[in-house]
């Protein structure tokens, strides 16, 4: 059903890329500046018809690079934004999605990921992009990517996407992969009034004594808007808390403290997953995204052998939960972590369990899905 502002509501059969857009325009979502890329344009296409008809503006853009660059314009403009682009298309995005970290621009960015490196596989899926969704920009900052699993996730993780970038003022990242992307589910949109958005954090205080870069309790400073009247200096050089330029040491220290420390210090509020039969598992099965679906036949058939099997969902990658991987290493023999790349997450497991529990990757190098067979090996050598 459409209601009279153009925005769905009820049950719809929507393919992932289409469950993105319909996530966005349900976030408020108002403005998206893209570029067609494999296996994504399906969501620019969705977003080209349909932000017509809620009062939005699509803008196709000459690049990934210019598309960033317009987002994070129509952000300071007052909109709620957003991209999406896949493999070659993230890497060009890094240098602006810096500056977007830097600025503290809230948008969000759709990575439906593909098979590479380099052009590799544009029509088929990998999930290699996940550790330069933490690393890809320079510098020292911190990050939050989301990694769905189902076309309902991809509707509910924007969502959450658009309330994560407003409440942190930061770029957020949805991390999909081409099968999630592609799949064909039913998406379940409830109405408008019982979506959580979260309000952009406009000023509280008159324009002579509001400074861009001056943090609440929280960390998170306030941000006006182009045209309101108050005074603006929005730069990606080191800037004090009025947002001028200050090449020191010393400003360096206060602007970076306080970018990583806003996510740092709301880990445990920003960091999800899903947990099952984990507390007396011999061994857990820690994914995300399509390898998540993969998983579940191997974990059938490994409990059906007698094999107590846990399952870690990640439902936020960045920042990862340290705390929680290595309460769980305290409990099992092992992880098994399959992805569809040599190996990116199974670190991250491997590097929070201690030492107190193996890590076991299953890796695949993209162009489809794992074996289930293949996992269910891993299980038995890991409960072994």
Not at 16 to 38: D, H, K, M, Q, V
Not at 77 to 88: R, V
Request: proline share 7%; with cysteine; hydrophobic share 40%.
């Amino acid at each position: 059903m459409e209601t009279e502002s153009g925005v769905l509501t009820g049950e719809h059969f929507l393919s992932g890329n289409e469950a993105f857009g319909e996530g966005a325009l349900a976030a408020g979502c108002r403005f998206f500046a893209g570029y067609p890329i494999t296996p994504s344009t399906e969501v620019a296409e969705h977003m080209a018809e349909r932000l017509p008809q809620v009062g939005g503006i699509f803008i196709q853009m000459e690049d990934e690079l210019a598309s960033m660059n317009a987002l994070l314009g129509a952000a300071w403009a007052g909109q709620k934004a957003m991209t999406a682009t896949s493999g070659p298309g993230f890497s060009l995005m890094m240098e602006n999605l810096g500056l977007g970290v830097v600025t503290e621009t809230p948008c969000v960015i759709v990575n439906v990921q593909r098979g590479g490196p380099s052009t590799g596989l544009p029509t088929l899926v990998g999930q290699a992009d996940m550790m330069q969704a933490k690393w890809g920009s320079h510098g020292p900052y911190e990050i939050i990517a989301l990694s769905p699993s189902s076309p309902q996730e991809c509707f509910d993780f924007t969502v959450k996407a658009f309330n994560l970038a407003e409440q942190y003022r930061t770029p957020v990242l949805v991390m999909g992969d081409e099968v999630v992307g592609h799949m064909t589910e039913r998406v379940v949109i409830p109405p408008a009034d019982k979506i959580e958005r979260t309000p952009r954090r406009t000023p509280r205080v008159p324009p002579e004594k509001y400074l861009p870069y001056e943090p609440d309790p929280d960390g998170v400073p306030q941000m006006a808007l182009a045209g309101q009247g108050y005074k603006m200096h929005i730069t990606g050089l080191t800037h004090d808390r009025r947002g001028y330029p200050v090449i020191s040491e010393e400003a360096q220290a206060d602007m970076i403290g306080r970018l990583v420390e806003k996510i740092r210090k709301n880990r445990e509020k920003i960091t999800e997953y899903e947990e099952e039969s984990c507390e007396d598992a011999d061994v857990i099965v820690c994914s995300y995204g399509i390898s998540a679906r993969t998983s579940q036949l191997a974990i059938e058939n490994a409990r059906a052998e007698g094999i107590k099997v846990g399952v870690f969902r990640l439902i936020v990658v960045w920042p990862f939960p340290e705390s929680k991987i290595d309460e769980l290493a305290g409990k099992t023999k092992g992880f098994v972590v399959p992805e569809i790349n040599c190996g990116q997450i199974s670190l991250e497991v491997e590097r929070c369990a201690h030492g107190k529990a193996k890590t076991i990757l299953v890796p695949h190098a993209g162009g489809g899905t794992h074996n289930p067979d293949n996992i269910l090996e891993a299980i038995r050598r890991a409960a072994a």
